[in-house]
């Protein structure tokens, strides 16, 4: 199975932060990258897919990129609903794997 | 779009459970469907998928043998079989639509619509 490691595991910080989040592949899985927001008791909602194109109703301040084995998710000015748990998952190869979640809290 | 996941509760080790998924809002019979998990404060588990008729069908593979995936596409309904179940089994499960995205260089799948889950608790 793909191995995907997320860091930070968790952060601190104020609104109008920029925050970057980064996953690890196990091994090259081009783009086939995807990032969620989870909110408590929510379901899971997509923001970007394919590395870095922008799901359709996503803010355009969320932004991925990266390819291969390194890959980033960037909120470039923090907003009060934005905290939240943020997991990568790749769809190179079944069993699609998911990050271990990055959980952004209020500094 | 809408996904509406049923069958959950409590069950005994060892017991079995069915879930149920009901779509709404598109063309079920069009798309690839999943199921994913998420015990108590942990994260996201794939579980299974299965093709738009039908198959192909995926398991992770720690589920094999116990879990079974399966779609009726003229009731619009998506099902989860669960058998033998664990307390490690206990979670809430979504089901997810598949949706596939292809440029010049990947062709892959992400899960654009989830449905709000169904708790699975697995305790004696």
């Known amino acids: 199975d793909i191995q995907m490691t997320q860091s930070p595991s968790s952060l601190s910080a104020s609104v109008g932060d920029r925050v970057t989040i980064t996953c690890r592949a196990s091994q090259s899985i081009s783009r086939y990258l995807n990032w969620y927001e989870q909110k408590p008791g929510k379901a899971p909602n997509l923001l970007i897919y394919?590395?870095?194109s922008l799901q359709s109703g996503v803010p355009s301040r969320f932004s991925g990129s990266g390819s291969g084995t390194d890959f980033t998710l960037t909120i470039s000015s923090l907003q009060p609903e934005d905290f939240a748990t943020y997991y990568c998952?790749?769809?190179?190869?079944?069993?699609?794997?998911f990050g271990q979640g990055t959980k952004v809290e209020i500094k | 779009v809408q996904l509406v996941e049923s069958g959950g509760g409590l069950v005994k080790p060892g017991g079995s459970l069915r879930l149920s998924c009901e779509p709404s809002?598109?063309?079920?019979?069009?798309?690839?469907m999943s199921w994913i998990r998420q015990a108590p404060g942990k994260g996201l588990e794939w579980v299974a998928h299965?093709?738009?008729?039908?198959?192909?069908?995926y398991y992770a593979e720690s589920l094999k043998g116990r879990f079974t995936i399966s779609r009726d596409n003229a009731r619009n309904s998506l099902y989860l079989q669960m058998n033998t179940l664990r307390a490690d089994d206990t979670a809430v499960y979504y089901c997810?639509?598949?949706?596939?995205?292809?440029?010049?260089?990947?062709?892959?799948?992400?899960?654009?619509?989830w449905g709000q889950g169904t708790l699975v608790t697995v305790s004696s």
């Open positions: 998952q790749q769809s190179y190869r079944t069993p699609w794997t």
């Open positions: 997810a639509r598949e949706r596939y995205y292809h440029d010049t260089s990947v062709y892959l799948r992400y899960f654009d619509y």
């Open positions: 299965i093709g738009s008729s039908g198959s192909p069908i």
């Open positions: 809002g598109f063309i079920f019979s069009d798309y690839y």
């Open positions: 394919a590395a870095s």
